[in-house]
């Protein structure tokens, strides 16, 4: 196929270009900048600086016959928009509709969206399932979920085939915030108050997602389905911590605080969503992609934050602020 992806240089199309391109298909990659250098053999770039309500996608869809669509706005660690909200919905939900409605008027087959957990919540109590109602708490979720519910609109009253992926955190090479900050500290090896902690949160290496993402390309059954997908190992905290340090080759120094003094501690400084990442659960049910699609994960999560150690261990200096 002719696969039109968006966000290419972004962390996930990174790997997921290479992969469409050794598979056979034909990759045409949008980028704010066309790169001086290509990540594969035969991508052609599309020059598409802003993605919103007003973006021209004629000739970027031409003769296109599928989309993956990973460009977005996500989370923000130094949050500078004067109105986030209206940030996140002019490129997540309106920039989403119109490239969907471009698709579908230029005849396109399957379009791929790469959503969030983070549209159904911030916290399980039991995993999340494709059957459970979205219930996004902040303005990044609320936009991708709408984001959702456009393109799902546009598929049902066109020939569209649409195709959601909502992945929980996603790591691997390249990986930036706060699994960037996690290598970091790792590498540093600090002790660390957290070996009380006892949760458990879903997470996907980026190859995985790669994956899922081609299968749900060329799979028939995919036509029309949202998929939560998954590693198949949740880890809790202090399990992530000791395995990156591991991978790593460094040790993991962590002592056990209760988790009511470490919330306590996360009031008084205004962290507490932090703490609440650290300490609560956020897991999701992938049982949907592996029996209708037959999808099995090709990495497990020892070779996913190996390989991921191998690329933060490795890089040229200055990588890791790209």
Known sequence: MRVLVTGATGFVGRALVPVLADAGHEVRAVVRET???SPANGI???EIPDIGPETDWTDALSGVDAVVHLAGRAHVMAERAADPAAAFNRINTAGTERLARAAADAGIKRFVYISTVKVMGE??????????TPTPEDAYGASKLAGEKALLRI???TDLEAVILRPPLV???GAKGNLLSLLKLCRLAPPLPFAAIDNRRSLIFVGNLVDAVVL???????????FFIRDGDDLSTPDLIRRTARALHRPSRLFPVPVALLDLAGRVTGKSATVARLTGNLQVNDEKIRHLLGWTPPFNVVQGLDKMADWFTNAPEGAHNT
């Open 35 to 37: 790169p001086a250098t």
């Open 44 to 46: 052609v770039f599309h």
């Open 123 to 132: 916290e399980t109590r039991a995993p999340y399932s494709e059957a459970d």
């Open 155 to 157: 598929a049902g009253e």
């Open 171 to 173: 790591y691997g090479p």
């Open 216 to 226: 749900c390309l060329e799979h028939p059954k995919a036509a029309g389905q949202t």
